[in-house]
């Protein structure tokens, strides 16, 4: 196996396609979630070190997106939830590491609160407990629906998603799907806003405060900002004193592609300390 190989797994849950990135690997298991209209392949170069350094890890297309079913009829917090519990089982994971950026990061969360025999640690990059958010759906949708698409190459779309960060506009650009007129989105901006019908409209504190396994909290710190608000985290520490915390300075909400490494090393460090 080369440092760079994967395989394709797929299943299909209640009609549902669902595909992942098995990396293979020895040690404890980790599994990846991306974060909306993200892919499997944002995680290539977390993937890539985590496997090298000892775990078996596996990066799942949540439904939606990329590979997996592009219009499920069911987007709702608990199927994504059930999902991971499926992929779980299916490629029998054990007690594995949930790590979740953004809306992944709520998916593990969640998956966490809800199953707690399941993981045996949790890896927040930007997400949290989050908080109502009436204007969420309306923003997301005016981002999704300005891209020009489709684009003429990935280097466009590298250039005019990255805002000027490369490694983010690279990250999103290799999940766009080549057609014969050009470069497009591997999701439909609508599903997208479904997906967020429940963030828009309520917080997760209660499922926060449930959650029993060790957890770490990946924040970015930099000029394009991150969505934790000091105040969440500050919520967030007081309802469970042992979370462990960092924040990387000159990140945003891409973490995991900015500063693969470094999110690999806290991964790694985190998971030394307390399992």
Do not use: K
């Amino acid at each position: 196996m080369t440092s760079s190989c994967w395989s394709e797994r797929i299943l299909v849950r209640d009609g549902v396609r669902l595909v992942c990135r098995d990396w293979g690997g020895s040690g404890p298991d980790v599994l990846l979630l991306h974060g909306l209209a993200g892919h499997v392949g944002e995680w290539d170069d977390t993937a890539r070190l985590l496997r090298d350094s000892g775990h078996r890890v596996v990066a799942l297309d949540q439904r939606g997106h990329g590979a997996s079913e592009r219009h499920p009829g069911d987007v709702s917090r608990a199927a994504y939830v059930a999902d991971v519990v499926a992929v779980v089982g299916e490629l029998g994971l054990d007690r594995p590491v949930l790590v979740g950026q953004s809306l992944g990061g709520s998916t593990a969360l969640l998956t966490a609160a809800a199953h707690p025999a399941l993981p045996r640690a949790l890896v927040l990059v930007e997400a949290g407990p989050g908080g109502a958010n009436a204007g969420v759906q309306e923003q997301i949708c005016g981002w999704l629906r300005a891209w020009p698409v489709p684009f003429p190459s990935r280097e466009v779309a590298a250039a005019y998603l990255g805002g000027g960060r490369e490694p983010v506009g690279e990250g999103w650009a290799r999940g766009l799907e080549e057609r014969p007129d050009g470069l497009w989105p591997r999701f439909d901006p609508e599903v997208m806003v479904r997906s967020l019908d429940e963030i828009a409209t309520r917080a997760f504190w209660d499922e926060w405060a449930a959650i029993a396994c060790p957890t770490l909290t990946v924040l970015g710190q930099g000029e394009q900002g991150g969505i934790i608000s000091g105040a969440e985290y500050a919520e967030m520490v007081r309802l469970r004193p042992s979370l462990h915390g960092a924040s990387l300075p000159g990140t945003g909400h891409d973490v995991h592609l900015e500063r693969p490494d470094v999110l690999h090393r806290l991964i790694v460090d985190f998971l030394g300390r307390t399992l």
